[in-house]
């Protein structure tokens, strides 16, 4: 059976950075730019930043207009509840609806995730990169087959979670370009200017305390060829955005291959568009050049 899959990212966010940009979720972007089209019917992306207020009255009315099969949920730590109390609505109005949650609490609280209350509404969940596990995942929904297999995926057995295995981390090469065509949230902004999300590297070879990406993917730095992300930015631009947001957890880890982007960008007329990045201090430092 073709699914029909609906994508939602949570509403809440920190006050500093709403104030100054209201940018989409890449990941779900790219679960779905990875999907295999011939399991799928319909996805829809939903960024409830974009929508805030009557956020229940919100989903009811995109579950009885899409009425899907599957439900992936992204969230955060501080945004977990959220997706819980949206997975409880969820249920309530179609059982049958099956929920999956991914991102970063998923990833790193997945046994505390098993042994909580509210685990009767979450179906799955998706750890680590999600792009091969949840396509996977929808193939085996799909054609009714075993699940135990999936790395990164855990699922229920008796109302239990199981956990299956992490996978190696991915090579970005095989990565598909993200799918911007399925969201029906609009109006994305980074300090006024029509805006949105493209990604260059993942992970960061540092170890400060406060960070989650060594438990995300170990101190480890992968770069996506810099012609994929030249088109990339080229297809995101043709939507008429003035600003881009590249969301690597540290771009400035390899300063070559940054020098390289900005070249690039610059030889292929990108530079109209106003860039933004987050990085460590250390790796500006480290190469004036660049910032130049």
């Known amino acids: ?43 829809i ?25 599957i439900l992936g949920l992204t969230c955060m730590s501080f945004q977990y509840e959220t997706a819980v109390q949206i997975a409880k609505i969820v249920k309530q109005f179609k059982k049958e609806i099956v929920i999956v949650f991914g991102g970063y609490h998923p990833t790193l609280a997945y046994g505390l995730i098993s042994e909580s209350k509210e685990k009767k509404y979450i179906d799955y969940l998706v750890r680590c990169e999600g792009e091969v596990a949840f396509n996977r995942l929808i193939k085996a929904l799909s054609n009714n087959d075993d699940v135990t297999k999936i790395s990164n995926l ?98 400035f880890v390899d300063p070559a291959h940054l020098e390289e982007l900005c070249e690039q960008i610059i030889k292929n007329g990108l530079n109209h568009i106003d860039y933004t990045i987050q990085a460590s201090v250390a790796g500006i430092a480290r190469d004036p050049k660049l910032i130049e």
């Open 45 to 69: 992306i939903a960024d409830l930043l974009m929508v805030q207020h009557n956020i229940k009255n919100y989903i009811i009315k995109l579950l009885k207009r899409f009425h899907p099969h």
């Open 154 to 251: 855990s699922f229920k057995e008796k109302g239990n979670f199981v956990h299956n295995p992490r996978q190696t981390i991915l090579d970005l090469e095989n990565i598909k370009l993200p799918d911007r065509s399925s969201r029906i949230t609009k109006h994305y902004s980074i300090f006024g200017k029509k805006a949105d999300v493209v990604e260059t590297s993942r992970g960061c070879t540092m170890s400060c305390d406060f960070c989650c990406m060594p438990q995300m993917y170990g101190r480890t730095f992968r770069k996506y060829p810099i012609e994929r992300v030249i088109e990339d930015i080229k297809l995101a631009s043709q939507n008429g955005v003035k600003a881009l947001f590249f969301i690597d957890d540290n771009i």
């Open 1 to 43: 059976m073709k699914q029909r899959i609906l994508l939602l990212s949570m509403p809440n966010y920190t006050v500093g950075f709403y104030k100054g940009m209201r940018v989409p979720s890449l990941g779900l972007s790219s679960l779905s730019g990875n999907l295999d089209a011939s399991f799928l019917e319909r996805v």
